[in-house]
């Protein structure tokens, strides 16, 4: 069976939320300057989950995903474009907000 012709799965709200991220962090790519003048971005990524954060565990909640960066940092790889942060951090409902301390990135297709 080809992958043109397999049944795919309904999107979920999650995979909804993705797909949104995706089309604008490409929206986002198409608008930059074409000088190459370095510019501010902001990613946001959002979603439902649950998990542990600092041994705590934490039932299905919304997070949102912040992340800032340059545009002078975009990487084209080929198949994908890779964005690296300057910053990140997550906001979980009824849990808070922590910065991300290890680098992040965001990768477009």
Same mark, same amino acid.
């Given at each position: 069976? =080809? &992958? &043109?012709?397999? /049944?795919? #799965? $309904?999107? =979920? *709200?999650?995979? *909804?939320?993705?797909? *949104? ?7 986002? &790519?198409? @608008? &930059? $300057?074409? %000088? +190459?003048?370095? %510019? #501010?971005?902001?990613? !946001?990524?959002?979603?439902? +989950?649950?998990? !542990? ?5 934490? /039932? #299905? ?7 800032? +960066?340059?545009? =002078? !940092? ?7 474009? @890779? ?5 990140? %951090?997550? =906001?979980?409902?009824?849990? +808070? ?5 290890? #680098? !992040? ?5």
């Amino acid at each position: 069976m =080809s &992958l &043109l012709n397999a /049944e795919l #799965p $309904p999107i =979920s *709200r999650v995979g *909804r939320a993705c797909v *949104r991220s995706v089309f604008f962090a490409l929206s986002v &790519l198409f @608008l &930059l $300057p074409a %000088s +190459g003048e370095a %510019s #501010p971005i902001t990613f !946001t990524h959002q979603g439902s +989950g649950s998990g !542990t954060l600092n041994g705590v565990a934490f /039932e #299905p909640s919304s997070f949102v995903i912040t992340a800032t +960066g340059d545009t =002078s !940092t975009v990487a084209d790889l080929g198949l994908v474009y @890779l964005a690296e942060h300057t910053s990140a %951090s997550i =906001s979980i409902t009824g849990v +808070g907000s922590v910065d991300f301390v290890t #680098p !992040t990135a965001t990768f477009v297709n």
